[in-house]
C-alpha cells in the first residue's frame, strides 16, 4: 500500500483543505530533481534549520548560552526576528500561507492565556518578552516546512543539515576535545568523557543524535538513501558515546510504538498514552509513596531518577499553592517565590522541573496546561492517525510521528515544551505542525498545481 502510495504522489501533487475549504500547495507539492538549483525558500529553511540545531557560535565555551535559547542575548533576539520576518513573509507570497500557525483558533487562545496570567508573573516584562519569543520559534517552525517547494527540495534541506550537524559534532570531538567531550575539570566531573559534541550537555546532544538517526532512516527511503545510511549509522555511534541513558532508551522504543501504531492506530494509541501515563502520573507520583519506594528500591531501580524526585515533588506543591493560574510564563524558577521557600528543599536551585507537564502547571496553571496538551498531544495524535489512512507520503508522516511521540516521551523526564536550549523543541514543532499538514492534504493534478504556482509567483 505504501509502494502505491509513492508511485501515485510521483504523479500528482498534493493542495490541503482546511474545514473553511482554503487549499494550499503541500510539501508535496512539486518535483524538483536532486540536481536542480536551491530555491530561496529552501536556503531560508535551511538556514532555519542550521539556527536552531547548530546557532551563532557552535564551538562556543561548554556551559555558555548558545543559540535558540529563551532570547535574552540581543544578537540572537535580533536573529530570530529577522529569521522570522523572512521565512514569514516569504511564505505569505504565496498561497500556502493559509497553514502558518494551524490551528489558529487554538494557539490564538493559549497565546491569550499565557499572556494573562503573565500579567501577574513576578516579572511580567520577561514573561511577555518570554511569549513573544516562543511565538517567534513556533512561526519559524510552521514556515521551515513550508518554505520548500517540494518534498524533494525538503529532502535535500534536511539531508545538508544533518550533514553539517553531523560533521560538526564529530569535529569538535576529534579536533576541539573540550568542547566536544565532557571533562573531569568541569563541575559534572563525573561525565568526563562522554560526548557532547557542539552541544553544552550530553543529554541536549543525545536527544538530537537519536533525532538524527530518525532523520537518517527518513532519508533512506528518499533520493538521498546513502546519505541517511551514512547519518543513521554516524548519528547511532555517537549516540551511544554520549552514554545518554534517557534518549538511547527511547529511540527503539519509539520505532516500535510508531511501527505499532502504522498497523493499528486503536493499540498505538493505547501504549502511547499509557507510556504517558505511566512516565508521569506514576513515576512522578507514586514515588512519595514510602512502600511503592522501597518496592522500586527492592527493584534496583533509582528511585530518586538522579535527584529528579525531589524537584518533582518540590514543583507539586508549588503547583498546588496556584493551581488555577500558575505563576506566569516561564517565570516561576529564580524567582522571588522560589527563594522564599528556599528552606524547604535544595530543589529550589534547580533551573527547571525536568518534566514538561509539571513546566506547563507552572506556567499557565491547568487551564493553560490543558490548552497545551490539546495542542501538543491530542491533535497530533488525531492527525497521525488521519495521515495514515490518506494517501499522503508515509515516509514523511512515519517521520513526524517518530519526531513528536519521541519529544512527547522525553517531556516527561525533561523540560522540552517552549524551552528553546538545543533542537528538540523547534524539531518537535516541525513534527506538530508537519503531522496537521500531512493531514489535511488531498491530492490534486500536476496541472493544476502548476497553474496555481504560477499565479502566485
Avoid at 536552531?52 to 532570547?71: D, N
Avoid at 498561497?95 to 492565556?113: D, M, Q, T, V, Y
Avoid at 520577561?126 to 510552521?142: N, Q
Wanted: aromatic letters at 12%; a neutral charge.
Amino acid at each position: 500500500m505504501a509502494d502505491r502510495a509513492a508511485s501515485q504522489m510521483e504523479q500528482d501533487f498534493l493542495t490541503v483543505h482546511e474545514p473553511e475549504q482554503a487549499s494550499f500547495d503541500s510539501l508535496n507539492a512539486g518535483r524538483i530533481s536532486s540536481a536542480a538549483p536551491w530555491s530561496l525558500g529552501a536556503v531560508i529553511a535551511l538556514f532555519v534549520f542550521g539556527y536552531f540545531w547548530i546557532g551563532l557560535e557552535p564551538f562556543a565555551t561548554p556551559g555558555a548560552e548558545r543559540a535558540a535559547t529563551s532570547g535574552g542575548d540581543f544578537l540572537n533576539q535580533t536573529v530570530v526576528i529577522l529569521m522570522f520576518t523572512v521565512a514569514v513573509a516569504t511564505v505569505a507570497r504565496d498561497e500556502n500561507r493559509k497553514a502558518l500557525f494551524l490551528p489558529h483558533g487554538l494557539l490564538l487562545l493559549i497565546l491569550c492565556w499565557f499572556s494573562l496570567v503573565s500579567m501577574f508573573a513576578v516579572d511580567p516584562a520577561t514573561a511577555f518578552r518570554r511569549i513573544a519569543y516562543a511565538v517567534l520559534v513556533c512561526g519559524c517552525a510552521s514556515a521551515a516546512i513550508l518554505l520548500p517547494r517540494s518534498r524533494e527540495e525538503f529532502d535535500k534541506v534536511l539531508a545538508t543539515a544533518v550533514i553539517l550537524v553531523l560533521g560538526l559534532c564529530y569535529f569538535a570531538v576529534f579536533i576541539v576535545p573540550s568542547i566536544g567531550i565532557h571533562q573531569s575539570s568541569e563541575v559534572e566531573a563525573a561525565l568526563a568523557g562522554d560526548w557532547r559534541g557542539i552541544f553544552g550537555h550530553k543529554n541536549m546532544t543525545a536527544a538530537a543524535m537519536a533525532l538524527a538517526v530518525m532523520f537518517g532512516l527518513y532519508l533512506r527511503k528518499t533520493s538521498y538513501s546513502k546519505v541517511g545510511t551514512m547519518a543513521a549509522a554516524l548519528a547511532t555511534v555517537f549516540l551511544l558515546l554520549t552514554r545518554g541513558k534517557t534518549a538511547t532508551a527511547m529511540l527503539p522504543l519509539v520505532l516500535f510504538m510508531v511501527w505499532i501504531f502504522e498497523r493499528s492506530k486503536l493499540l498505538g494509541m493505547v501504549i502511547l498514552l499509557g507510556s504517558i501515563v505511566v512516565l508521569n502520573v506514576v513515576l512522578i507520583g507514586l514515588p512519595r509513596f514510602e512502600g511503592v519506594r522501597q518496592l522500586l528500591a527492592s527493584a534496583g531501580i533509582d528511585i530518586t531518577f538522579t535527584g529528579r524526585d525531589a524537584i518533582w515533588a518540590y514543583a507539586l506543591d508549588r503547583i498546588g499553592d496556584r493551581p488555577w493560574t500558575g505563576y506566569g510564563f516561564q517565570s516561576f524558577w529564580g524567582s522571588k517565590i522560589v527563594s522564599k521557600t528556599s528552606t524547604e528543599s535544595w530543589a529550589y536551585l534547580a533551573a527547571h522541573s525536568h518534566n514538561s507537564f509539571l513546566e506547563l502547571l507552572l506556567g499557565g496553571g491547568l487551564l493553560g496546561c490543558l490548552l497545551v496538551v490539546v495542542w501538543l498531544i491530542v491533535l497530533p495524535i488525531r492527525d497521525a492517525g488521519t495521515a495514515f489512512e490518506s494517501n499522503n507520503d508515509t515516509a514523511l508522516t512515519r517521520l513526524f510521528l517518530r519526531i513528536w511521540i519521541f519529544c512527547v516521551l522525553l517531556g516527561s523526564l525533561e523540560s522540552v515544551f517552549f524551552i528553546n536550549s538545543g533542537p528538540t523543541w523547534f524539531t518537535m514543532l516541525v513534527a506538530v505542525f508537519g503531522l496537521r499538514l500531512q493531514a489535511s492534504a488531498t491530492l490534486r493534478s500536476a496541472d493544476e498545481a502548476d497553474r496555481n504556482h504560477a499565479l502566485t509567483h
